[in-house]
């Protein structure tokens, strides 16, 4: 395969004093990365070639690697060809209406070990194929079309077919895929006129806007200690790693100042939201964008990257980080190849007497087994044919597979044995298991049962300094539904917490309690430095800013509000984010704000049935339901099997007193989704208010061997059986209610219900 080298690199000192300096006195801009060749040409030769440089191209017979001589891929019977005309690649496939037409490749997209392909649209979109080139050697099972969603078919109508939302370059791949990319998003127009310095990763991606820095190069303006970068790297013989007397692991002399790398390299290698249009470079991250935690669906209980997460929430948790590794210890970060092969990147700072041995690794020499990363780094494959490697470099754990169901590195190879024999034999070798404070499986997985035990075990995690930041956020915010006088304070101190992503969990597990218990709490953090703190604590504060509140803490909210619905606009042309500017509106009382954010996510995307149910909601907080029923049911056209838009016309029905035809759509939510116990209790109610209070039982009885820590539930059941005359089951379901909330209101009608002869 080959790797084209940029033509321009060929001149480097030419190019340096051809381009244009553009000098600010106050703000850098940007010069492009072929002007810093002619003083950097080692790191230019390096990064030439490397996947950086290849993020992306212009479609030429030099960039393009799939098979464009008339070759033809079916998918689901919608049969593509690709084809060539002179030096234009072209695609006839399915559009955007389902009509099958010629299509240009205006991009590639990607090299190794995939290549995508771009197309643009007259509005300005650039939207990416569906069907991609495995660009692996054909031993490998590579060299030739496949398409990314294999086992279902993507119909036109779809967000993730290639002509939607979800396919679309401008907002989900073009700022880390290009150098100074202004997306230009009109929403008037619905058009993009998105503009960029360079078509891939190139120098200033990384190091800010080179203007200042050139000039100083050029000795137009004095020396500075910066010398004119908005972003300095600690130089890698700065870094020094050594060994002391006995020990088998090298130590950073240095650890607290490992400079802002990892935080530069998050901007694109994490999951995460941004929040500012042009994140400023050498900020902290939670300045311009939201990481993600280690929620369900995106890491799997004990931490390991599950959904395309990228690096940075793994990297978060690895002991490693916390000694201070950063990320060009281990890549050289031009050519973005590792700093030596094999082990041998890892035996920098891990003695290969102790650690590249078969005494440590149990497996034989030079065999797969025996590499550092098949254990500690197990691979994901995404895309199809990328395989990722996790950056948590955890201790293999088959013992949590047994009992969570988690993945394992182990069994990742040895495919034809069960778990139960990876876990005797990690004991056999190790002896032990991890320490009790390293392993947070185990609390994720009560949480997410929504277990009463999980409390406990949440709080000492959250209290946990020796923990990892993202570890103790993720704990505090899935405290969310267990606050009580008892966790609250914990909370609390998480308000404080020096960390960033800390205090960003803890808002989050304030965002449902009572408005009045907010305020104190989050009160200040709407002075926090870090602008994602700051507005989400305001978001939290919502309900607040139209309530009478003293002029300053008033304007304090709504400064904050207003900072929020900006952050949104940043994502202006996603539907998703004007529900969310819909919401706050609605919540801060501004309801025409709120119906015309609505109203735009719907002409957006006029299948986003998330908008029809909030705007259906807010026409019934104006007592606008028939507008609101027409609403729903137009959403159930668009999605039948929507179960937020069944039970809000439930509810709805509900109000009017038709039952028989609100049972229906209660049910049909509660069967689409059976996991969510609002759905489940809902339906109980209203099948109890028109006597089939048998069958209400057995709904809610099937929801309790899910989740059997439901305090609703239970209290539901208890009264349900009681009046069935089942009193036995009711002082069961009674006395777990009382146990799992002896402080509750409703428990003092049960608990004397239980002293008494028909209980």
């Known amino acids: 395969m080959r790797f084209p080298v940029r033509p321009e690199w060929g001149c480097l000192l030419l190019a340096f004093f051809l381009t244009p300096v553009l000098v600010a006195a106050e703000e850098a801009g940007y010069v492009g990365g072929a002007a810093c060749g002619g003083c950097h040409a080692e790191q230019a030769k390096a990064w030439a070639g490397s996947h950086h440089d290849l993020a992306m191209q212009p479609a030429t017979p030099a960039t393009v690697l799939g098979d464009f001589r008339g070759v033809r891929f079916d998918y689901f019977g919608v049969t593509s060809r690709f084809f060539r005309r002179g030096d234009r690649f072209l695609v006839n496939t399915d559009g955007p209406d389902g009509k099958f037409a010629d299509f240009e490749i205006k991009y590639t997209f990607g090299v190794y070990p995939l290549q995508q392909y771009l197309i643009e649209f007259p509005d300005g979109r650039l939207q990416a194929l569906g069907i991609a080139w495995d660009s692996r050697p054909k031993t490998r099972g590579g060299q030739r079309w496949y398409h990314l969603y294999p086992k279902e078919r993507i119909g036109p109508s779809d967000p993730l077919h290639w002509t939607g939302p979800l396919q679309n370059w401008n907002h989900m791949c073009a700022d880390c895929h290009s150098t100074n990319f202004r997306k230009n998003y009109d929403l008037r127009t619905d058009r993009f006129g998105s503009a960029w310095t360079d078509i ?214 040895h495919t034809r044995e069960k778990p139960s024999w990876a876990a005797a034999k990690l004991k056999r070798w190790c002896g032990r298991k991890p320490r009790i404070d390293e392993d947070f499986a185990k609390v994720f997985a009560a949480a997410r049962q929504g277990r009463a035990s999980a409390e406990e075990g949440l709080v ?132 025409e704000d709120a119906e015309a954010a609505y109203r735009t996510a719907m002409k957006l995307r006029p299948d986003f049935v998330a908008a029809y149910v909030n705007l259906a909601d807010l026409y019934r907080v104006q007592g606008r339901e028939a507008e609101g029923e027409r609403l729903l049911r137009e959403a159930l056209k668009i999605d039948p099997r929507n179960p937020e838009s069944h039970h809000a016309l439930g509810l709805l029905l509900v109000r009017h007193k038709r039952s028989a035809e609100a049972l229906e759509h209660l049910e049909r939510a509660a069967v689409l989704n059976p996991e969510n116990s609002r759905f489940a209790y809902v339906y109980a109610v209203a099948l109890e208010a028109t006597g089939a209070t048998g069958k209400a039982v057995a709904v809610l009885e099937s929801h309790d061997r899910r989740r059997p820590d439901d305090r609703e539930i239970l209290h539901a059941l208890a009264r349900f059986n009681r009046e069935l005359g089942r009193f036995p089951a009711a002082a069961d379901y009674a006395k777990r209610f009382l146990e799992l909330a002896p402080d509750d209101p409703r428990g003092a009608v049960l608990r004397d219900g239980l002293g008494t002869p028909n209980w």
Request: aromatic share 6%.
């Open 200 to 413: 891939d990763v190139s120098c200033e991606a990384c190091h800010g806007p080179g203007s200042r820095h050139v000039a100083w190069a050029e000795g137009k303006t004095e020396h500075s200690a910066d010398r004119g970068l908005d972003v300095r790297f600690r130089p890698r013989r700065e870094r020094a790693w050594a060994f002391s007397a006995d020990a088998s692991i090298a130590r950073l002399s240095d650890a607290t100042n490992t400079g802002p790398e990892i935080e530069t390299c998050a901007r694109c290698h994490a999951r995460r939201e941004q929040i500012q249009e042009s994140p400023v470079h050498g900020g902290q991250l939670l300045d311009g964008f939201v990481p993600s935690l280690l929620t369900e669906g995106l890491y799997h209980l004990d931490g390991q990257m599950q959904d395309e997460v990228y690096n940075y929430g793994s990297f978060l948790q690895s002991k490693m980080y916390r000694q201070g590794v950063i990320c060009s210890d281990c890549h050289d970060p031009h050519s973005l190849k590792l700093r030596a092969p094999g082990n041998g990147v890892c035996v920098q700072c891990h003695k290969a007497e102790k650690y590249d041995s078969p005494s440590h690794h149990f497996h034989k020499t030079g065999s797969e087994g025996a590499h550092c990363a098949a254990c500690h780094m197990p691979t994901a494959t995404y895309m199809g044919v990328d395989r990722r490697h996790d950056h948590g470099f955890r201790i293999p754990r088959p013992d949590l597979t047994v009992e969570l169901g988690v993945p394992n590195a182990c069994n990742r190879c």
């Open 460 to 591: 000492q995690l959250a209290m946990n300094t020796a923990q990892a930041g993202i570890v103790r956020a993720t704990a505090l915010f899935e405290l969310g539904p267990y606050l009580s006088g008892k966790t609250l304070p914990v909370v609390e101190q998480g308000l404080g917490d020096p960390d960033p992503l800390v205090r960003l969990g803890a808002v989050e597990a304030l965002s449902e309690t009572d408005p009045a218990v907010r305020l104190p709490l989050l009160s200040p953090l709407l002075n926090d430095p870090l602008r994602a703190v700051r507005i989400r604590a305001a978001r939290a504060l919502t309900p607040l800013a139209s309530q009478v509140l003293p002029a300053e803490r008033r304007t304090a909210i709504e400064r904050g509000l207003d900072e929020y619905i900006a952050a949104q606009k940043v994502n202006a042309d996603r539907p998703e984010s004007w529900m969310n500017v819909g919401l706050a509106y609605a919540e801060w009382g501004r309801r």
